[in-house]
């Protein structure tokens, strides 16, 4: 290389490099963790992961399952078994079941986490544009991109969108302040450890709480008969995993205080998911049913505290073979 | 793999290093070779066939015309070659295209169809590579230049990974006496390369992506109601997303060849400090533009047959160059208003006003401002989803009191004040043809402008969306 470009790339990786060491260490005086920032990529990694295998284990559902099953140890519970997280936060799971019974390498056990609320057909497509992601862009290239990503992103925190300098920039003439402190912490797995011991717990609850009255103000339920009409479709996706070896499994997980009244008021245990069970071919658990499940303390209402994620693995874990769902 | 992943970083590292490792000049270009195929394959290895095989074709449909003398046999070969890359472009690029256009006009004769979804799969770069194979036998067959001995250089001359997927479109001409002259690496200009590479870079990465392409998002959202102020916002953003994305890539590519000891030719000179429509499409995707004029103006007549022809033909050009960019009527409109802009600005300057003679600066940042708001005006039906669409914000460019709130001010303060930087240095610095003044620079000018544009790009981690002209 010619000698006066080689004095300017060394000078200007020198600046670059006090610039990023400078950067990190801000940011982590000011508190932000290391996570790895989820995204379809992400995903489609985890996917890979249950094709062509009958000991494959698909964790469907959202956030509740995003954030409250370690996928590592419930391999390790389950004997080795390739155990993928799919669940997607804020976004019902009833599409990825779809995808699954259209995709004939699938021959695992799927664990949708669901309510009744999120079976509604309003809510079928929410996680379809992964799906889509994964067939018609994910490759081998994006799969070293996001491996190499990962490597970084479970080193640095200055490597996640939240902190690129234009959007400091729009937040600081915004006069947002430095971007939130996150308080979920995600793993390469996608397992995320959420900390309840933040100290605006109670605005996060009464945030959730009110998010969940303001959807049932705007969404108001789908009625039982048609509820039940529609989900005979997604029978026809269970039965089209289970006829080639799969099995299904539909978990309603732990919800508490305002969360469950208002799940049951609108969607009366009974008429819908009860209802639901009685004509389906999956296996349906409600958490209510199993002690083991209801120990657990939901500091919002709706989910655990990552310090509780292994036990309620582990109680998963138990569940399964209980059921006889896995050997 | 785009030049944007950290797939590409791994990639060219050990692709450099391969490449600068082996002696021998040939062994290196079938490194060069293979490694381009490699490249292609990250994408569809399935493509890679398709592009051995027309490559395969077209070289050997060159050396036949060579052997004959016999005119009817070398416009029969000339034919097929033409039919075979046109077909193979018409079939993955258009044949939705045509069969919806089909359905949607047997529908206006009272005839219904269900349109049909042909599932095909588009492959990376085809409207490159085919017009750089067109290209060639052309001009084999005009007798412009030589055919290719080697067809380990006319691979490379199609496949180079810098230039496969989104250009600049190269010409055999240009190419093939580099392909001749092994490197060695004293002449390589390594450093001013990787500085390319990183600039261009810094422009895709950091203004495209996350300045420019989020504003445009929210204007152009399905669905959304755009006032006055937004749709113009939204519709200059695009022109700044469009040049950051597209000039960001060619750069990138412009350096990683220069890297391996490869000139390209520029794609874009500051178009933005342009005074009207004409002089910006030469200084626009360059490569294309040449193209077009070369392969299709000038064998239609050009303006040899008058000047109302000569018009004709324009609009002809561009209704292709609008084609080319996108199997959808909206592409077709905003290459017809290219060409309608152009044939008006004629018609001004020979009647009216010839503004290209104004020497005034400041008058000529003013009609560069102008010119830019035109090709924005136009660059609303190459980001619309439907004609619908971009009629609707067409519209509102053109009602001064329709108002809506789609953009957060703060976005839209980043995006007006980098977007006025951008089209304020190409007013400025336009004159700075090439790079080569960066040669002349010390070192210290140098040392900032990497460092500027390697921190752009270190502190711009966001979600990684696909170059736009991929999809061509």
Redesign the interface.
């Known amino acids: 290389m010619n000698r006066q470009w080689l004095h300017a790339w060394i000078a200007a990786l020198l600046v670059c490099a006090l610039l990023a060491v400078g950067y990190e260490w801000l940011l982590r005086q000011r508190g932000y963790l290391i996570t790895v920032q989820d995204d379809a990529d992400l995903w489609s990694m985890q996917l890979d992961r249950v094709r062509n295998s009958s000991r494959a284990v698909a964790l469907l559902g959202a956030s509740r399952i995003a954030f409250g099953v370690d996928p590592a140890l419930l391999s390790q519970q389950l004997g080795g078994r390739p155990v993928a997280m799919l669940a997607i936060n804020g976004r019902y799971p009833l599409g990825a079941l779809r995808a699954l019974a259209d995709d004939d390498s699938f021959i695992g056990l799927a664990i949708v986490g669901v309510d009744a609320r999120g079976m509604q057909r309003r809510h079928w497509d929410m996680q379809q544009s992964y799906f889509d992601h994964y067939r018609h862009r994910w490759t081998i290239s994006r799969w070293v991109h996001r491996k190499l990503l990962t490597a970084l992103q479970e080193h640095l925190v200055f490597v996640r969108s939240a902190f690129a300098i234009t959007n400091i920039i729009e937040r600081w003439i915004a006069g947002k302040g430095p971007p939130m402190n996150d308080y979920v912490v995600v793993r390469a797995d996608r397992v995320g450890f959420i900390d309840y011991h933040h100290p605006d717990l109670p605005a996060i609850r009464a945030s959730r709480v009110a998010d969940l009255v303001r959807y049932y103000r705007e969404e108001p339920p789908t009625d039982a008969a048609t509820w039940l009409r529609d989900l005979d479709t997604v029978s026809t996706w269970v039965e089209k995993i289970q006829n080639r070896g799969g099995r299904v499994v539909f978990f309603r997980e732990p919800a508490a205080d305002e969360s469950l009244a208002l799940d049951e008021a609108h969607f009366p245990r009974d008429r819908y998911w009860d209802a639901y069970a009685r004509r389906s071919p999956a296996t349906m658990i409600d958490f209510r049913d199993v002690p083991a499940m209801t120990q657990f303390v939901l500091p919002d209402t709706s989910h655990i505290d990552g310090t509780d994620v292994p036990r309620f693995t582990i109680a998963l874990a138990n569940l399964l073979k209980s059921r006889k769902l896995v050997d | 793999?785009?030049f944007d992943?950290?797939?590409?970083v791994?990639f060219l590292a050990a692709i450099f290093g391969g490449y600068w490792a082996v002696r021998s000049w040939t062994a290196r270009k079938v490194f060069l070779l293979a490694a381009s195929y490699l490249f292609y394959a990250?994408?569809?290895p399935f493509f890679v066939l398709l592009i051995i095989a027309t490559t395969g074709f077209d070289w050997l449909a060159s050396h036949w015309m060579n052997r004959t003398q016999r005119e009817p046999y070398r416009r029969v070969i000339l034919a097929s070659s033409i039919a075979i890359n046109l077909g193979s472009l018409g079939f993955f690029k258009y044949a939705q295209f045509f069969s919806d256009t089909a359905v949607d006009l047997l529908h206006v004769f009272g005839i219904s169809f269900e349109p049909v979804s042909l599932g095909i799969l588009l492959p990376v770069g085809i409207s490159f590579y085919t017009f750089e194979s067109l290209s060639y036998v052309i001009d084999v067959y005009r007798r412009k230049i030589d055919v290719s001995k080697s067809l380990l250089d006319y691979g490379l001359y199609v496949t180079f990974f810098p230039h496969l997927v989104a250009g600049p479109i190269l010409r055999y001409g240009d190419f093939s006496p580099q392909c001749a002259q092994p490197k060695s690496w004293p002449s390589a200009?390594?450093?001013?390369g990787?500085?390319l590479f990183v600039y261009g870079l810094a422009l895709k990465v950091?203004l495209a992506d996350?300045?420019f392409a989020p504003v445009v998002d929210r204007v152009f959202a399905a669905g959304v109601y755009t006032g006055f102020g937004e749709s113009w916002l939204g519709a200059a953003s695009f022109s700044l997303q469009a040049y950051c994305d597209f000039a960001g890539y060619s750069l990138c590519a412009i350096g990683v060849a220069l890297m391996f000891g490869f000139r390209f030719p520029m794609n874009f000179e500051s178009p933005f400090g342009s005074v009207g429509m004409a002089e910006l499409w030469t200084r626009w995707h360059m490569s294309l533009a040449s193209w077009i004029r070369d392969y299709v103006f000038l064998p239609l007549g050009g303006y040899r047959r008058g000047r109302l022809r000569g018009e004709a033909n324009l609009l002809v050009a561009f209704l292709l160059v609008g084609l080319w960019h996108g199997a959808a009527w909206t592409f077709v409109i905003w290459g017809g208003l290219q060409g309608v802009f152009i044939c008006a600005e004629h018609l001004v300057k020979r009647y009216v006003w010839d503004f290209g003679k104004v020497g005034n600066r400041f008058g000529r940042a003013a009609l560069a401002v102008a010119t830019f708001a035109m090709f924005s005006i136009a660059a609303v039906f190459f980001r619309a989803h439907s004609l619908g669409q971009g009629g609707s914000i067409l519209a509102a460019m053109f009602a001064p009191g329709a108002r809506s709130a789609l953009v957060?001010?703060?976005?839209a303060?980043?995006a007006i004040a980098l977007g006025a930087g951008v089209v304020g240095s190409h007013i400025l610095f336009g004159h700075l043809r090439r790079w080569d003044w960066l040669d002349r620079w010390?070192?210290?000018p140098?040392?900032?402008s990497?460092?500027l544009a390697?921190?752009?790009v270190?502190?711009?981690?966001?979600?990684?969306p696909?170059f736009i002209y991929f999809q061509f």
Not at chain 2, 5 to 8: A, G, H, R
């Open positions: 793999m785009t992943s950290l797939t590409f791994v990250a994408w569809n200009e390594v450093g001013k990787l500085a950091c996350l300045v957060p001010a703060s976005e303060i980043v010390p070192v210290a140098r040392a900032i990497i460092a390697l921190a752009a270190i502190f711009s981690p966001g979600f990684n696909a």
